[in-house]
């Protein structure tokens, strides 16, 4: 993201899962102490999550269970709408703002976009439901638990 200027040189970057409130009692501090935070998302389709998680277990043994990658993915969307009305809850002056504070979200089908996909649509963060998100999960994982076998 900052070799495509995607990101000012000057920005701190939080690397993490969007949660509601955790996440939100971290962008909070930062209203309350004059910083103007803008949150971007970095939102990789299902299929490029599941190889990146499959890789990283075969590189270094760290894998994510199958219930931690559904919640996630399928709570995104909500996590952010929960984020937005806390903010609005606890900062008075943010009220008016359908959006609290600004967001960008970056869809991503490969690792390494040369074309990067920006968006301002939250819908875009909708994947499904956690039932619906378990259902593709099980189909790509398939694919993956074949590949490594053959290995």
Do not use: C, W
Not at 16 to 30: C, D, M, Q, R, Y
Not at 101 to 108: D, P, S
């Amino acid at each position: 993201m900052f070799a495509l200027n995607a990101i000012p040189d000057s920005a701190i970057v939080y690397e993490g899962s969007i949660t509601a409130p955790e996440f939100g009692k971290k962008v909070n501090l930062a209203v309350q102490n004059g910083v103007e935070p803008r949150i971007i998302i970095l939102n990789p389709t299902l299929d490029l999550s599941l190889k990146n998680i499959k890789s990283r277990e075969m590189e270094i043994g760290r894998g994510v269970k199958k219930e931690e990658v559904v919640a996630k993915y399928a709570d995104l969307y909500e996590n952010m709408h929960l984020l937005f009305k806390q903010l609005r809850d606890e900062n008075p002056e943010l009220r008016k703002n359908k959006y609290p504070i600004e967001f960008q979200i970056y869809n991503k089908e490969t690792n390494i976009p040369t074309d990067l996909s920006v968006s301002y649509d939250l819908e875009d963060l909708y994947h499904g439901t956690r039932e619906d998100i378990s259902k593709e999960y099980d189909k790509l994982i398939k694919n993956y638990t074949i590949n490594d076998e053959e290995r």
